[in-house]
């Protein structure tokens, strides 16, 4: 079975500031992937980022990076120079063979 | 880049009739297809999987015979809400699993309305 928790339903941040949106995971998988997903209002789900659970290193796209810590089952996003388009509602996920299964979202709110 | 249609976008139909929701994915072939419902500022919720040529596989709790899904080809996946009531009424989304990428993601639809009256 696997489960995702996303503890901050609310995330604030401005214009060009950093901001990082925690998530943590459970997996019984040997073989996993994980993904940051983004629904903006016209809910469009659209991939952020993913990471191979056998890569050491942390996953870059762009302005988003995340924070992998295998170990203690913690896979943070971690957006720099935030921008106004990325207020969005923020899915952390895992995904074993098959199924993808969703943490319950947060909400970045970016002020100007 | 992948995509993945739905059609319609938005939906009403009368308490007791049947709405049939279209997915395709566009630029590439799917054998793996799946089916999620959301409500209101909550997650999404994994109703089903859809296999090519065979049989769905459903989530716990989700009733197989309201939620017909069929996947006739590898571009095509049908989700039929029959005898719809008012509590079906929600934000319906695929997505398709390319089958060349190696990273088990999923390429979503942008999702369909449903609203029952």
């Known amino acids: 079975a696997q489960t995702v928790t996303q503890s901050q339903p609310e995330m604030s941040v401005q214009e060009a500031e950093t901001v990082t949106l925690s998530c943590t995971y459970d997996t019984s998988e040997s073989d996993y992937y994980l993904f940051w997903y983004k629904q903006p209002p016209s809910r469009q789900m659209i991939l952020v980022i993913r990471q191979e659970a056998y890569k050491q290193q942390n996953a870059t796209e762009n302005r988003f990076s995340v924070n992998f810590q295998k170990a203690a089952k913690s896979f943070s996003l971690k957006i720099s120079d935030s921008q106004l388009g990325d207020a969005a509602m923020y899915f952390c996920?895992?995904?074993?063979?098959?199924?993808?299964?969703f943490g319950t979202g947060t909400r970045l709110l970016v002020s100007p | 880049g992948a995509v993945v249609s739905q059609h319609p976008s938005w939906v009403i139909c009368k308490s007791g009739t049947s709405v049939k929701i279209e997915c395709r994915s566009l630029?590439?072939?799917?054998?793996?297809m799946f089916w999620y419902r959301q409500f209101p500022k909550q997650s999404l919720m994994l109703m089903a999987t859809?296999?090519?040529?065979?049989?769905?596989?459903?989530e716990q709790g989700v009733e197989k015979d309201k939620f017909l899904i069929n996947h006739a080809s590898l571009t095509l996946s049908t989700l039929t809400v029959t005898s719809a009531h008012p509590e079906d009424s929600s934000f319906y989304i695929c997505?398709?699993?390319?089958?060349?990428?190696?990273?088990?993601?999923?390429?979503f639809g942008p999702g369909t309305r449903l609203t029952v009256t």
């Open positions: 859809s296999n090519e040529g065979s049989k769905a596989t459903y």
């Open positions: 997505s398709a699993r390319d089958s060349r990428s190696p990273f088990h993601e999923q390429y």
């Open positions: 630029d590439f072939q799917a054998t793996t």
């Open positions: 996920a895992t995904a074993g063979f098959q199924k993808l299964v």
